[in-house]
Structures are given as structure tokens and as C-alpha cells.
Antibody
Framework: QITLKESGPTLVKPTQTLTLTCTFS??????????VGWIRQPPGKALEWLAL???????RYSPSLKSRLTITKDTSKNQVVLTMTNMDPVDTATYYC?????????????WGQGTMVTVSS | EIVLTQSPATLSLSPGERATLSCRAS??????LAWYQQKPGQAPRLLIY???NRATGIPARFSGSGSGTDFTLTISSLEPEDFAVYYC???????????FGQGTKLEIK
């Protein structure tokens, strides 16, 4: 059974750096075709894809946020970490991590429960 | 960046009716199109991948079709639990990209 869980601060101040950790089980991020992505959703708004890291350490970022994002993986700890610099109140959102695999067209087939992050001074 | 446009923004139907949701891409995404269902306070759930393949455990009343730039999610006969927000998502390779549509809210009439 695949599970993912996001963790990190619930409140950050403007200009600070946000660090979120996705801890997963039930799969290995060293298996060919597997990826873990980050997606966010501001309150009452649509989903927005942020970043994706693949089993072979290939990393992809949203073009509009690329300069602020870094995604890394620790295969031994079954974790993926997303950092976002220079946080702003518009970055207030629920942040999800999700599993993807080539067998389901790289779609996000299993999601974490999400973690709400508020940006406020 | 490929933009996905979903229509309508809101769809009002009754249980038992057929729902047809549309997703249009600004350029071809081949068949790399997925559909998700999201209920209030919950994470999205994958329904369809590669435009027409149902994900594990998804009822047969959900079906997807289309390729290139025009895609459709059809719910053949609405059940009470189907009223939710639906998102499409593309994962194109040429160029590489990943975007979500703005969502369609399916509400009870």
C-alpha cells in the first residue's frame, strides 16, 4: 500500500524560505519510472503543479516558479524535500505531494493528505 | 507552457443524469491527459489517465475520451457521491510540461 505524508511549518513569514518534506512508504524512488511531485492549492482555487523528481534524479519545475523552487530526494529515508524561497502571502495554500509512475502515464495516482501553509507576518 | 481550459465552469445536473465535462489544451498533448475528482477537504483522486484508462477502483460509469487538444470526461449516470470538482491535467513530453485545468464544479440541480 502506497502512502505519502507532507510535513513542514504551518506558518511562515514573508520573504522566508519554506521547506516541506514528503515522507512515503510502499514504493521506492529508485524504481524505474517512479516519480514524486508537489502540487499546491490556494484556498478555494485550482490545483497548481510545482515540481517533480524522478527515480533517476531528473528534476522538473513549473516555469513560473522555477527560480524559487528546489526539489531533492533521499532514497534511503524515503523522503522528498521541496524548498520555496522568498515566500509571499499569495503562496498561502495547501501543499500536496503525490506519487507518479510510468504505468499510469505519469499521472498522480496516489496523493498525500496535504499540509496547509499560511504566509503572514 | 500548455494551458488547459475546462468547460463549463459549473455544471448543474440531477442524480441519474449524464455528465459531460470538457478539457481543451492550447496545443497537442497527445494522449497524456488525466482527470481527477476532488471533494471538499480531501486530496484529489485520480480517475482517468492517458485520456481513456480508468485508474484502479474507479467505477465503469466514468469514462474518458479524446486526443490531441480536445478531451472529454463522461459520467454515464450520476450518483450522489459524484458531485465534486473535476480537474484535468496534462503531462506532455514535447516540450516537457505539467499543468492543471481550472476545474469544473459538478453540483446537484
Amino acid at each position: 500500500q502506497i502512502t505519502l505524508k507532507e510535513s513542514g511549518p504551518t506558518l511562515v513569514k514573508p520573504t522566508q524560505t519554506l521547506t516541506l518534506t514528503c515522507t512515503f512508504s510502499g514504493f521506492s524512488l529508485s524504481t524505474s519510472g517512479v516519480g514524486v511531485g508537489w502540487i499546491r492549492q490556494p484556498p478555494g482555487k485550482a490545483l497548481e503543479w510545482l515540481a517533480l523528481i524522478y527515480w533517476d534524479d531528473d528534476k522538473r519545475y513549473s516555469p513560473s516558479l522555477k527560480s524559487r523552487l528546489t526539489i531533492t530526494k533521499d532514497t534511503s529515508k524515503n523522503q522528498v524535500v521541496l524548498t520555496m524561497t522568498n515566500m509571499d502571502p499569495v503562496d498561502t495554500a495547501t501543499y500536496y505531494c503525490a506519487h507518479s509512475q510510468a504505468g499510469t502515464g505519469d499521472a498522480f495516482d496516489i496523493w498525500g493528505q496535504g499540509t496547509m501553509v499560511t504566509v503572514s507576518s | 507552457e500548455i494551458v488547459l481550459t475546462q468547460s463549463p465552469a459549473t455544471l448543474s445536473l440531477s442524480p441519474g443524469e449524464r455528465a459531460t465535462l470538457s478539457c481543451r489544451a492550447s496545443q497537442s498533448v497527445s494522449s497524456y491527459l488525466a482527470w481527477y475528482q476532488q471533494k471538499p477537504g480531501q486530496a484529489p483522486r485520480l480517475l482517468i489517465y492517458d485520456a481513456s484508462n480508468r485508474a484502479t477502483g474507479i467505477p465503469a460509469r466514468f469514462s474518458g475520451s479524446g486526443s490531441g487538444t480536445d478531451f472529454t470526461l463522461t459520467i454515464s449516470s450520476l450518483e450522489p457521491e459524484d458531485f465534486a470538482v473535476y480537474y484535468c491535467q496534462q503531462r506532455s513530453n514535447w516540450p516537457w510540461g505539467c499543468t492543471f485545468g481550472q476545474g469544473t464544479k459538478l453540483e446537484i440541480k
